[in-house]
T-cell receptor, first 109, second 113 residues
């Protein structure tokens, strides 16, 4: 069993829909990292959060430490949001990141 | 800042050949990492380093070696390439504080035939 599990694995949405991607973890972590990987392969950082909620544009990330769960929300989705979204927990020692296998999102015009 | 740079972008190796993947970061990060990503799979940690002169194995270290002689550079060496090493390789770096994020290089697509 992976230390970090994501759901769903694949997600197709109509443009404009509200999207939620979930991430659960079973190990102690100091913070949770949300990343975006575009079809071209590059990986960019979206959020790093250790508590509460962060917002950037149409993206919102939340984390519940007690429940070991984080969510990434995309409001008013757009085809350019189509990508793989990856969550990763940073270990308490800071040495390593535990990665989920990613959620592949396709937003249809 | 250039961030994390990797070379080469693409490479084709024959079975048994060796090569070094280069990774450099200019953000003065202590921590550096090498990952591989197989098609449709998640990132797997090969090796990591918490500072110059210090390296440690990750989840899938067999067939690879690393060194960290400077803060900036963290090369990954493949000895005796095998088809199972066909993958996309990502280098990443971060500050040591546990709440700081990772920054990724653009990746190297390696094919071993």
């Amino acid at each position: 069993k992976n230390e970090v599990e994501q759901s769903p694995q694949n997600l197709t949405a109509q443009e404009g829909e509200f999207i939620t991607i979930n991430c659960s973890y079973s190990v102690g972590i100091s913070a949770l990292h949300w990343l975006q990987q575009h079809p071209g392969g590059g990986i960019v950082s979206l959020f790093m959060l250790s508590s509460g909620k962060k917002k950037h544009g149409r993206l919102i990330a939340t984390i519940n430490i007690q429940e070991k769960h984080s969510s990434l929300h995309i409001t008013a989705s757009h085809p350019r949001d189509s990508a793989v979204y990856i969550c990763a927990g940073r270990s308490n020692t800071g040495n390593q990141f535990y990665f989920g296998t990613g959620t592949s999102l396709t937003v249809i015009p | 800042n250039a961030g994390v740079t990797q070379t080469p972008k693409f490479r084709i190796l024959k079975i048994g050949q060796s090569m070094t993947l280069q990774c450099t970061q200019d953000m003065n990060h202590n921590y550096m990492y090498w990952y591989r990503q197989d098609p449709g799979m998640g990132l797997k940690l090969i090796y990591y380093s918490v500072g110059a002169g210090i390296t440690d194995k990750g989840e899938v270290p067999n067939g690879y070696n690393v060194s960290r002689s400077t803060t900036e550079d963290f090369p990954l060496r493949l000895e005796l390439a095998a088809p199972s090493q066909t993958s996309v390789y990502f280098c990443a770096s971060s500050y040591s504080q546990p709440t700081r994020e990772q920054y990724f290089g653009p990746g190297t697509r390696l094919t071993v035939t």
